[in-house]
Each structure stands twice: as structure tokens, then as C-alpha cells.
């Protein structure tokens, strides 16, 4: 099993409309949870981290976490077409400082 | 206020040859973090570095590969004998000392290496 799963394929949402992310994780003592963003040839950057369970909010994103379900969730409201990159889930395990990644969500957002 | 710094940005090398990466973190952050991106995967960690310190190398293949972070100076990912497979982007990331749940890494812009 990976340690984070992200599988869904590309996802193409229409300027304005809600994209919806989705990543699983292995490790139930795992404490931290990052959402990065990466455009093409470019390095991630950090756009959410959440570590309690629940929503929290940032401007046109929201992420969600749910520790029992081991399952963490972003969502982008309002899709811009500069929203298009690909969407990197990362853990932080328990007892260490290195991140597990997810393979990354690509987001198409169409004018 | 600059990110973190890597240099070179583009590294050619032929096969059999040495590959020096530099990473300077944050300004006031003393962890340093090396990831490798192969093409079509994920990152995937390969070792966490303390000023003078290794911390967790896990992720460092077992030959061919050392990293460090002296005193003074930036941190160095080495690669010697480089082969095809080495052919990736290298990208570092820099937290502040830590404090609570919260392990925030903020990456440089990465080093593109290709192996001729």
C-alpha cells in the first residue's frame, strides 16, 4: 500500500465551478497534511497545510481532513484558469520530518 | 526576503562524471530536505539534513549518493559516477526550526540534471 494515494485521473472543471481533490494516506498516527501546487517545470509551493481534523479555509480553498477515514480533501472554489497545475497531497509521518507525496491530481480549468 | 536558492539550475553531465547540487535555505531556517522528482512520478524524499547533521537518510540510495550541510555554506547533494537513471529534477526545501505539529517545507526552484 502507498503511503498516499491520490488516483483520480485528470480533472477538466469549467471556469467558476468547484474543483474537488481527493488523497488517502497509510499511516494512522501521521500529523501534518500539505497541499501543494506545481505548474509545469516548476517547483511545488506550499498553498494549504491542516492538521487538526475538520475544514479550514484560505481564501478560494478550503481543505478537509478526516484522521478517522485517513482520507484529506481540497477544494477550489471559483476555478481560475490559472488554477491549472498539478496538485501534490504530502504527509508527515509520525517521528520524522520527511514528507510522503502523493503522485499529484492534474487540474485543467477551461475558460 | 529570498526563497530558498538553488544552484545550478540546469546541470548536464556524461555518464561516469560528478554532479554537485547547492541548496541555501531560508534565511533563518536551519532544516534542509532533498527530494528527487523522476518524470511522470511523484517526489520522493531522500535525506533531511541539520547544520553538521544528518538526520534521516533514508531515502539516499545506499551508493553514489551523500549530502551535506556544514556550518557555513550551503547545503550540497553529491552524486558521483552519475548513470541515465540519475536523470531528474532535485529540488530542496527548508523549514524553520521546529516547533508543534506544523513541519512546513518551502522548496527551491530545483536543479534539472541530465545525464548524457
Known amino acids: 500500500q502507498k503511503e498516499v494515494e491520490q488516483n483520480s485521473g485528470p480533472l477538466s472543471v469549467p471556469e467558476g465551478a468547484i474543483a474537488s481533490l481527493n488523497c488517502t494516506y497509510s499511516?494512522?498516527?501521521?500529523?501534518?497534511f500539505f497541499w501543494y501546487r506545481q505548474y509545469s517545470g516548476k517547483s511545488p509551493e506550499l498553498i494549504m497545510f491542516i492538521y487538526s481534523n475538520g475544514d479550514k479555509e484560505d481564501g478560494r480553498f478550503t481543505a478537509q481532513l478526516n484522521k478517522a477515514s485517513q482520507y484529506v480533501s481540497l477544494l477550489i472554489r471559483d476555478s481560475q484558469p490559472s488554477d491549472s497545475a498539478t496538485y501534490l497531497c504530502?504527509?508527515?509521518?509520525?517521528?520524522?520530518?520527511?514528507?510522503?507525496f502523493g503522485k499529484g491530481n492534474q487540474v485543467v480549468v477551461i475558460p | 526576503n529570498a526563497g530558498v536558492m538553488q544552484n545550478p539550475r540546469h546541470l548536464v553531465r556524461r555518464r561516469g562524471q560528478e554532479a554537485r547540487l547547492r541548496c541555501s535555505p531560508v534565511?533563518?531556517?536551519?532544516?534542509v530536505y532533498w527530494y528527487r522528482q523522476l518524470p511522470e512520478e511523484g517526489l520522493k524524499f531522500m535525506v533531511y539534513l541539520q547544520k553538521e547533521n544528518i538526520i534521516d537518510e533514508s531515502g539516499m540510495p545506499k551508493e553514489r549518493f551523500s549530502a551535506e550541510f556544514p556550518k557555513e555554506g550551503p547545503s550540497i547533494l553529491r552524486i558521483q559516477q552519475v548513470v541515465r537513471g540519475d536523470s531528474a529534477a532535485y529540488f530542496c526545501?527548508?523549514?524553520?526550526?521546529?516547533?508543534?505539529?506544523?513541519?512546513?517545507?518551502?522548496f527551491g526552484p530545483g536543479t534539472r540534471l541530465t545525464v548524457l
Open positions: 526545501a527548508s523549514s524553520p526550526p521546529i516547533g508543534g505539529q506544523n513541519n512546513e517545507q518551502f
Open positions: 534565511k533563518g531556517h536551519s532544516h
Open positions: 504530502a504527509v508527515n509521518g509520525r517521528g520524522n520530518n520527511r514528507l510522503a
Open positions: 499511516d494512522r498516527g501521521s500529523q501534518s
